[in-house]
């Protein structure tokens, strides 16, 4: 009879497509889980994986073993985390992602409350401007936009990302109060270069009455930070396309007012991504029933909008 962790090994390293990856997700060292897969491969006496120092690739015999485990594993976690939610605190470290920006402003705030309300839970968070494997990194939930829902992954939605144009006060002192987007052709445009392309983002708005117009004009200056964005904006540099969750403090403080009012654009939603298991372990899942209650609570999601 195979050992769990033998198992356990076999299965998240097939998945993640690395010893390392597997490792970070199971907690163990990439010698043990190697150690694991091997001692397994030795007790069944085949070769599940072929090795090279890039990655590893499943054998015929491997993916049939995978296929033949899969549903076995996931009814053992399922029971293991019925027992847990049913009668232990929700404790254990929990692995969140998101960017910074959206993570200090919206995010961060609900730490506090959530910490006293599961004193065992431990936070490790990573704030930074980067779609990440989630399944193969090791993280419990991630949040952020734009990320591909691959198998295993699902998400819920908490508020959509509304882009608006802004400028500060300073930069629009003597220049006539525009009516189109293309009224802004002649200004100094501030980019936002794609972190994952490289590229300057093209942009589009579209106003109430859904007439949509794209932003063609090249940037003066392009960045591939928001943060660096919304200070070179609020220094009175340019116009610049912003993301709301970016633009609200400083509309609040009145460093930049918006440009074109009615109009915005919808660029998706902001969403927590996680393993959609059937009973996630509990420590994932009242984080997530807890930030999207905080949500709603404190009408986050609406304060976000741009066409309030």
Not at 197 to 204: E, L, P
Not at 205 to 227: K, S
Not at 251 to 269: H, M, Q, S
């Amino acid at each position: 009879m195979e050992t769990l962790a033998n198992l356990e090994s076999f299965a998240r390293s097939a998945e993640a497509g690395s010893f390392s990856a597997a490792a970070r997700r199971l907690g163990l060292t990439p010698a043990g889980v190697s150690r694991n897969v091997a001692r397994l491969e030795a007790n069944l006496d085949v070769r599940l994986f072929q090795r090279s120092t890039r990655k590893l690739t499943l054998t015929e015999a491997g993916e049939r073993f995978l296929e033949g485990i899969a549903g076995g594993l996931d009814s053992i976690h399922a029971a293991i985390a019925s027992v847990d939610q049913a009668s232990a605190e929700p404790s254990g470290t929990l692995r969140v992602t998101m960017p910074p920006g959206f993570g200090s402003d919206y995010v961060l705030p609900l730490l506090p409350g959530f910490l006293q309300r599961y004193p065992k839970v431990l936070s490790d968070w990573h704030l930074e401007n980067r779609r990440v494997d989630l399944i193969a990194e090791g993280f419990d939930v991630a949040i952020g936009g734009g990320f591909a829902l691959s198998p295993g992954v699902v998400a819920r939605e908490l508020a959509r990302i509304h882009v608006v144009a802004v400028a500060a006060p300073a930069y629009l002192q003597g220049r006539p109060a525009p009516k189109e987007p293309a009224d802004l052709d002649d200004w100094d445009w501030i980019g936002m270069r794609s972190i994952q392309q490289g590229r300057v983002r093209s942009r589009h708005l579209r106003n109430r009455a859904g007439r949509e117009v794209q932003i063609n004009t090249a940037p003066r200056l392009a960045f591939n930070d928001p943060d660096a964005v919304a200070r070179a904006t609020a220094m009175g540099l340019g116009v610049t396309l912003m993301a709301m969750p970016h633009a609200v403090p400083l509309l609040k403080t009145g460093a930049l007012v918006r440009v074109l009012p009615t109009w915005y654009w919808d660029d998706g939603p902001i969403s927590m991504y996680f393993a959609g298991k059937k009973l996630l372990p509990a420590k994932t899942r009242v984080f997530i029933d807890y930030v999207i209650a905080q949500f709603k609570e404190k009408r986050i999601a609406a304060s976000l909008q741009a066409d309030r």
